[in-house]
Antibody, heavy 121, light 110 residues
């Protein structure tokens, strides 16, 4: 069974930093591209970042570019999101999601339960 | 800012059908394949449709998807109280190199 478990959320002051993690199990982590998606309280889904299976290619939403860094450790089956220069509008539940590809088809098929990041003084 | 627009809400009685539209703001954002996600209250999203009209295993055929030009549609037939949720379309934009979600639609079963 595919499992994605996020951790590391919490309260951080504006301008501060935080790293959230996602522990993967039940599949060959190194073969899959991964994503971070967030959801502010009472708001819709917002894609944050994507990383290739090898970790060599990353993409970011404009809202976090230059402040957030996605990375992975395939030996530890773990995905990370380093968040710097945090702002109030970064307050959200952060989900990790797996990208499943079959041929030319790709979609976000498995999601974790999310970890809450609150940016406030 | 989302480039995929959905109606804020739709509703229907149990057993009826609803459709949810997802319209791209521009014809040149390079979206070819749309997915649809269901988010029940307090839970993580779950994929219902991928590649415009394909269902992952375990998703009932009450859920269907289609795409024409820059618009996609999710259909739900035989509406059940358990279908009350938020629904989002999503797609990779090859021209922007970002993934975009729709604005979200709340489905209410009357």
């Amino acid at each position: 069974e595919v499992q994605l478990v996020e951790s590391g959320g919490g309260l951080v002051q504006p301008g501060g930093s935080l790293r959230v993690s996602c522990a993967a199990s039940g599949f060959t982590f190194s073969s899959f591209e991964m994503n971070w998606v967030r959801q502010a309280p009472g708001k819709g889904l917002e894609w944050v970042s994507h990383i290739s299976s090898s970790g060599n290619t990353m993409y970011y939403a404009d809202s976090v570019k230059g402040r957030f860094t996605i990375s992975r450790d395939n030996a530890k089956n773990s995905l990370y999101l380093q968040m710097d220069s945090l702002r109030g509008e970064d307050t959200a539940v952060y989900y990790c999601a797996r990208t499943y590809c079959s041929g030319t088809s790709c979609y976000r098929d498995s999601w974790g339960q999310g970890t809450l990041v609150t940016v406030s003084s | 800012q989302s480039v995929l627009t959905q109606p804020p809400s739709v509703s229907a009685a149990p057993g009826q059908k609803v459709t949810i539209s997802c319209s791209a703001s521009s014809s040149n954002i390079g979206i070819n394949y749309v997915s649809w996600y269901q988010q029940l209250p307090g839970t993580a999203p779950k994929v219902l449709i991928y590649d415009n009209n394909k269902r992952p295993s375990g998703i009932p055929d009450r859920f269907s998807g289609s795409k024409s030009g820059t618009s996609a549609t999710l259909g739900i037939t035989g509406l059940q109280t358990g279908d009350e949720a938020d629904y989002y379309c999503g797609a990779w934009s090859s021209s922007l190199s970002v993934y975009v979600f729709g604005t979200g639609t709340k489905v209410t079963v009357l």
